[in-house]
C-alpha cells in the first residue's frame, strides 16, 4: 500500500454528513490560537482523508493535517440508572498558513 498522493474522489454527500459539529471549549479554543488548529466532532467510521477532503469542501481553505482522537463515553447516572453517554471521534485540524475558518458560511 502506497502512502503517496491519491486522487481524493468521495462522494459528496457523504462528505457533508462526516463533520457533525465544530468543538467550542476552552481546549478548543486554545488549540485553534497555539497550533492553528480547529477541533470537529465527525462520524466514529470517518477517516483522515474523509475529513482533510470534507473540511476543505465545506469550507473552502486549504488542510495541511489531520490528526484524530477516540473519546471513550463517561459512564453517567440518569435517575437511579447507569447508563452510557455516546463513544465520540474528534478530529484536530490543521490548516495551512494564511488560512483561517469562518463559521458564518462565506470564505475567508
Excluded: C, W
Excluded at 27 to 52: C, G, M, P, W, Y
Aim: net charge positive; aromatic share 6%.
Amino acid at each position: 500500500m502506497s502512502h503517496g498522493v491519491q486522487p481524493t474522489k468521495f462522494d459528496e454527500g457523504r462528505l457533508a454528513q462526516v463533520l457533525i459539529s465544530p468543538i467550542v471549549s476552552e481546549k478548543a479554543t486554545s488549540v485553534a490560537e497555539k497550533h492553528n488548529q480547529v477541533l470537529f466532532k465527525v462520524l466514529r467510521d470517518a477517516t483522515k482523508t474523509e475529513i482533510k477532503a470534507a473540511v476543505e469542501l465545506l469550507f473552502k481553505v486549504e488542510v495541511k493535517s489531520v490528526q484524530v482522537a477516540n473519546q471513550k463515553g463517561k459512564v453517567k447516572r440518569f435517575g437511579g440508572r447507569t447508563g452510557r453517554r455516546d463513544h465520540a471521534k474528534k478530529a484536530y485540524v490543521s490548516l495551512k498558513p494564511g488560512q483561517e475558518l469562518n463559521f458564518s458560511g462565506e470564505a475567508a
